[in-house]
């Protein structure tokens, strides 16, 4: 393991079998004043993370033992308390949208982008303070047919999509890439039986299918 020792919601657990790809991110977010801590293997982070959830984590969907889907499923992901990113190379892209049907936040693609990934943790974090104080459902039913279907995740993407917003800006609200918003779009439209959008937005405020 490596790192500062430093408030544990300011830690970022990085979670992956190449050194190289933990020391990248180290270096990158120590720069920005958070503390970092890397693991080599899925058992060894979960341990930590149950008892000592972080600010967020990243998480490589390919590694020897258990995999990134493996973790996910472990830590029961969505209803972990902090943002899960999976760090997937170009070939990964439907792994890593399995990963988010299974509770990752979003998902990072190699080779990284040190600008880009700081600046998509501090919104996700954003979107944590956010989600913390309520701001996440304002103006959607509390019940509407097939409500207990979906993961409370989808539930804030489907507040968005709701109340009008574009996948780019739903993204920027809960701290996503529109395409893990169009992830969860299709993925809600599948559970709720909706055709189109106009065919959700109205499943959910008026409890009816068109």
């Known amino acids: 393991m490596m790192g500062r020792t430093q408030k544990t919601e300011q830690t970022i657990y990085v979670v992956d079998d190449e050194p190289a790809v933990r020391d990248a991110l180290a270096v990158v977010f120590e ?22 959830p972080p600010a967020c984590v990243f998480l490589d969907v ?31 892209i439907p792994m ?25 943790v501090r919104e996700a974090l954003a979107a944590q303070a956010r989600r913390a104080d309520g701001e996440t459902h304002q103006g959607m039913p509390a019940d509407f047919p097939g409500h207990d279907l979906l993961t409370p995740r989808e539930l804030e993407v489907l507040g968005q999509i709701t109340a009008g917003a574009s996948n780019k800006e739903a993204g920027r609200h809960l ?25 959700l937005v109205r499943i959910v405020l008026t409890g009816e299918h068109g």
Do not use: C, W
């Not at 720069?31 to 000592?52: N, Y």
């Not at 258990?66 to 972990?80: C, T």
């Open 31 to 52: 720069m920005e004043g958070f503390a970092v801590t890397g693991f080599e293997s899925g058992d060894a982070f979960l341990e930590a993370a149950k008892s000592h």
């Open 175 to 199: 701290g996503i890439s529109p395409r893990t918003i169009e992830v969860h779009r299709a993925r809600i439209m599948e559970k709720l039986g909706a055709r189109n959008a106009a065919d």
């Open 62 to 92: 390919h590694m020897p033992g258990r995999s990134g889907l493996d973790i996910l499923k472990a830590l029961n992901a969505d209803h972990y308390p902090v943002p899960i990113f999976i760090i997937s190379g170009q070939g990964d």
């Open 96 to 120: 890593a949208v399995t990963a988010i049907k299974y509770g990752a936040f979003d998902f990072i693609e190699k080779p990284f982008d040190a600008g880009q990934i700081v600046d998509r």
